[in-house]
């Protein structure tokens, strides 16, 4: 099984509808991110949590909520869906690992959910 | 404010050819990590290289190697003897801040590098 999963992996949408897309990590990780991916704009950071009271706001939250459930649980809504929000989307996680010299603090992602907002 | 550039949205290298892709940041902190990952066209994101700001040496990674200018603020990613199997696109990213800091990581728009055989 994944560390990172992501629910749904595929979903088509109509304008106007609510979507939320699930992500959860079995890495014991407290820091999770949103990201979505468009062609030739790269990665964008939606929203960020660092822990289970501590989310952030992103580049383009606009549109987005997000909730985080528990410490492995990070999940993001679309309240009303529009298709400039059709993209791929991944969940992240990283490691904060204060006094671990060897850590990057590298993201770790889930596989990506691709939703498409007609 | 924290910024990642890349300029090369498509490169094609001849199959065992070494490769450059060019990354530059911006930031006013003087910590941070810059970060490359791979995207084959099945999706996932690979996690290649780490640098660190403070880290004496270049990163390297067996055929990965970070070419690290820091007075230039760029961060290239040099892969050696390329193969096929190295098409994909590639990111490079940077936290602003130590690892251990709330600190968000950010993405360039990345490289779609093509290996010719």
């Known amino acids: 099984d994944a560390d990172v999963t992501q629910t749904p992996r595929n979903r088509i949408t109509k304008t106007g509808k609510r979507i939320m897309l699930e992500c959860s990590q079995t890495k014991g990780h407290d820091r999770m991110y949103w990201y979505r991916q468009d062609p030739g704009l790269g990665l964008r950071l939606i929203y960020y949590?660092?822990?289970?009271?501590?989310?952030n706001k992103g580049e383009i939250s606009d549109g987005y909520s997000v909730s985080r459930q528990a410490q492995a649980k990070f999940s993001l809504s679309l309240e009303s869906a529009i298709p400039n929000q059709t993209a791929l989307y991944f969940c992240?996680?990283?490691?904060?690992?204060?006094?671990?010299?060897?850590?990057?603090?590298?993201?770790?992602f889930g596989e990506g959910s691709r939703l498409t907002v007609l | 404010a924290q910024k990642i550039t890349q300029t090369q949205p498509g490169m094609f290298v001849q199959e065992k050819e070494a490769v450059t892709l060019d990354c530059t940041y911006d930031?006013?902190?003087?910590?941070?990590?810059l970060f490359w990952y791979k995207q084959p066209s099945s999706g996932e994101m690979i996690f290649l290289i780490y640098q660190g700001s403070y880290d004496q040496q270049n990163a390297t990674e067996g055929r990965y190697s970070l070419n690290f200018q820091k007075a230039r603020k760029s961060a290239n990613l040099v892969i050696s003897a390329s193969q096929l199997g190295d098409s994909a696109m590639y990111f490079c990213a940077m936290r602003e801040g130590p690892y251990s800091s709330a600190s968000k990581i950010i993405f360039g728009s990345g490289t779609r590098l093509s290996i010719r055989p």
């Open positions: 949590s660092f822990d289970v009271k501590d989310i």
């Open positions: 992240a996680t990283s490691d904060q690992g204060a006094f671990d010299l060897a850590n990057t603090g590298e993201l770790f």
């Open positions: 930031t006013s902190d003087p910590s941070y990590g």
